[in-house]
């Protein structure tokens, strides 16, 4: 299992635990949507973009959409995958990025899913331009 680690790319272990799976022992959805946003969440870490170091900017992230596929039917309780995600590109309003979730030996994709984030004010609680400071560090 090679996993990629580096600002493009990121990409963790997971084992399903019973607690993220239904009664059939498959994943639901919102607990894969869940794993998807830690993988995204430790990225930014690594990267220096903390929730912390994001709200000091006066902001923070907000999903504005998701779309997908998905086949967690072959997954069940216990199972290791590979959780991994990208940022695909930017604009002065918006930032997308990509998620997956596949078997261990990456062979099989088992979620690919897009996403849209906008960036909000906390005090006003508007969109606004996504902060410099921030594009910078997603570039350097």
């Known amino acids: 299992m090679e996993l990629k680690q580096s600002a493009q790319e990121y990409e963790i272990p997971h084992?399903?635990?019973?607690?993220?799976?239904?009664?059939?022992?498959?994943?639901?959805?919102?607990?894969?949507m869940s794993m998807l946003m830690v993988v995204a969440d430790k990225q930014s870490d690594q990267l220096g973009l903390s929730q912390e170091n994001i709200q000091a900017t006066g902001g923070t992230w907000v999903?504005?959409?998701?779309?997908?596929?998905?086949?967690?039917?072959?997954?069940?309780i216990g199972d290791t995958v590979i959780l991994g995600t990208r940022a695909t590109g930017y604009n002065r309003f918006f930032a997308t990025r990509e998620f997956w979730l596949r078997d261990k030996d990456?062979?099989?994709?088992?979620?690919h899913v897009q996403s849209l984030l906008a960036f909000m004010n906390l005090t006003s609680r508007k969109m606004e331009p996504i902060p410099e400071k921030i594009i910078r560090w997603i570039i350097e």
Do not use: R, W
């Open 106 to 111: 990456g062979q099989k994709e088992y979620a």
């Open 15 to 32: 084992q399903l635990a019973y607690y993220e799976c239904n009664e059939l022992g498959h994943p639901t959805l919102s607990m894969v």
């Open 63 to 76: 999903i504005v959409s998701f779309e997908g596929t998905l086949d967690l039917q072959s997954l069940k």
